[in-house]
């Protein structure tokens, strides 16, 4: 127990820096695409929105990929290893393929789903060149999900800063000094990912060809994926139907709403660095058969995150104004965003809870009842957001997440207090599988 708090302080720190980059270098780029007018940013929201959307299918084949890995390792089982490593670049291929050539081919239909007039012909433009270096999207995320999955999460992030950086360099390059617009900011940032991919793969571990087997590697890394990406796509759905709600209640609403929730931010990314982080051990101890050290592990990732969504709780609760006075002075903007930060210090704790615990259940085998309990606290969420936004207005809304993240960790704990029934998937030859911590 003394050992794993600061195993995963040391794990999740480079996990943080690397998630609050890739935050702040989107914020600086829509700064410089911001200049171009509404139908810029416009264009460039939509394609961050449909990437984000795509990025439940990556979950599925990185996290796996990492969660497979860390236990093959633990259990001391190299060629097991090899065959996910090989299985993990299969699957980043047929899946890049299979999302970048349809979304380059319907490229015009999808920017005009959802934009119209100029906008949609930026849109457009911008798809051109982002849906063929989604490719590089992806092989990036797989990349560093295997240095993850051998505990090496410090090269991930510094390869993460060197790409922000040079989207950084980039953006108003050829943003505004080419005059290529929305084109450059989808050059720059393919250009950022092709070198800092170019980077990893010259970095990357070396395993031996495996004998045989990368197929039924490549099914376990889906099945232990999965729950990842289950649970990402459904927080991004339910987040869509959350602002739309919002949006009843004005621009204003939809403002304050909007640099709340940046603010925040910056301290849930630290509770799925600590998930990612306690994923890591959690597979590498499975795969050891680490019983012992699995349930000591729940308890070390349950304190942790306890501490820091407290923390994040008193931050959101007393800074609320002074943090909005960095970012707004309209007055009607300012007070959306003050009410809904000190009622996010109601859902920070419990949220807190349920991503970090999340990462050691899901990665030692038990992701169904995590994502039976979020999906459930979802659907809590939108029906109190929903149903107290009539006798509340927006504060209403603001109080649905609270009851979501009750409800969350309620059912998490409920679910999780026996050992499974059923073991833990099918380990590779020389993988001993172990009962997760509940």
Not at 237 to 266: D, E, I, K
Request: hydrophobic residues 55%; positive net charge.
């Amino acid at each position: 127990m003394r050992g794993h708090p600061s195993r995963l302080i040391a794990l999740a720190g480079p996990v943080y820096a690397e998630l609050l980059s890739g935050v702040v270098a989107s914020a600086i780029g829509t700064f410089w695409v911001a200049g171009l007018g509404g139908a810029a940013v416009a264009a460039v929201t939509l394609a961050g929105t449909v990437e984000n959307l795509l990025l439940g299918l990556v979950l599925v084949v990185g996290s796996g990929t990492s969660v497979r890995l860390s236990r093959a390792l633990g259990a001391g089982d190299r060629d097991a290893a090899a065959r996910t490593t090989r299985a993990a670049w299969r699957l980043c291929a047929a899946g890049g393929i299979a999302l970048a050539v349809p979304g380059f081919l319907l490229r015009d239909r999808l920017a005009g789903a959802f934009l119209d007039g100029d906008a949609a012909a930026l849109a457009a433009d911008y798809f051109t060149v982002a849906f063929p270096a989604f490719t590089l999207f992806f092989a990036q995320r797989v990349a560093d999900e295997l240095f993850k999955g051998t505990g090496d999460t410090r090269t991930p992030m510094r390869i993460a800063l060197l790409s922000n950086a040079l989207l950084l360099a980039l953006d108003p390059l050829l943003v505004l000094g080419t005059g290529l617009g929305v084109t450059g900011a989808a050059l720059a940032l393919a250009a950022s990912r092709a070198v800092a991919l170019a980077v990893t793969l010259r970095l990357r571990p070396r395993m031996p060809a495996p004998a045989g087997g990368v197929g039924t590697a490549a099914g376990r890394i889906v099945r232990a994926g999965a729950p990842f990406g289950l649970d990402f796509t459904a927080r991004m759905a339910v987040g869509t139907a959350q602002l739309a709600l919002v949006a009843g209640f004005g621009v204003a609403a939809v403002a304050g709403y909007g640099v709340g929730y940046r603010m925040l931010l910056v301290v849930t990314m630290a509770f799925y660095a600590l998930r990612q982080a306690a994923a890591i051990e959690a597979a590498r101890l499975t795969g050891a058969g680490e019983a012992a050290g699995l349930r000591s592990l729940h308890r070390a990732t349950g304190r942790l995150a306890a501490l820091l969504g407290a923390v994040a709780a008193v931050l959101s609760a007393t800074l609320a104004a002074p943090l909005t006075a960095l970012f707004t002075r309209a007055p009607a903007v300012a007070g959306q965003s003050v009410g809904f930060l000190r009622m996010a210090a109601l859902y920070l704790l419990p949220y807190a809870l349920v991503v970090a615990l999340g990462g050691v259940h899901q990665a030692a085998g038990a992701g169904r009842p995590l994502v039976l309990s979020v999906l459930l606290g979802l659907g809590a969420q939108l029906a109190a957001s929903a149903g107290l936004s009539g006798p509340l207005g927006v504060t209403g809304v603001w109080a649905g997440p609270a009851v979501g993240a009750a409800v969350q960790l309620t059912l998490l704990l409920f679910l999780t207090r026996h050992p499974p029934r059923r073991p833990a998937p099918a380990p590779d030859q020389g993988e001993r599988a172990v009962q997760p911590a509940g």
